[in-house]
């Protein structure tokens, strides 16, 4: 079992940059994938970016080119960079672990507005 912990949410401007991290409770060396996923109000939870333990990533066309996931093995963090947010990035991001099973935290909320 590993829990996961959150943070770095809040309240930007449109255009602005956050960075979101997530904390293991243990090493996260041996899980085959991680990232975030994302729910807006009133939409089905989606997937934003994930890396694999061999450093492949993937994104959302939606966040594509602005969005950077990345690992920290040492750390036990798996870390979003947002940069030139939108409104529509407003939502609740969840990070995850993979190994078979999915691992979630708890959630921390982005609200993008002016």
């Known amino acids: 079992q590993v829990q996961l912990v959150e943070s770095g949410g809040g309240l930007v401007q449109p255009g602005g940059s956050l960075r979101l991290s997530c904390a293991a409770s243990?090493?996260?060396?041996?899980?085959?994938?991680m990232g975030w996923y994302r729910q807006a109000p009133g939409k089905e939870r989606e997937a934003v970016a994930s890396?694999?333990?061999?450093?492949?990533?993937n994104y959302a066309d939606s966040v594509k080119g602005r969005f950077t996931v990345s690992r920290d093995n040492a750390k036990n963090t798996v870390n979003l960079q947002m940069n030139s947010l939108k409104p529509e990035d407003t939502a609740v991001y969840y990070c995850?672990?993979?190994?078979?099973?999915?691992?979630w935290g708890q959630g921390t909320q982005v609200t993008v507005s002016s």
């Open positions: 995850y672990l993979f190994d078979g099973r999915f691992y």
């Open positions: 243990k090493s996260i060396f041996s899980f085959n994938g």
């Open positions: 890396i694999t333990t061999g450093g492949s990533r």
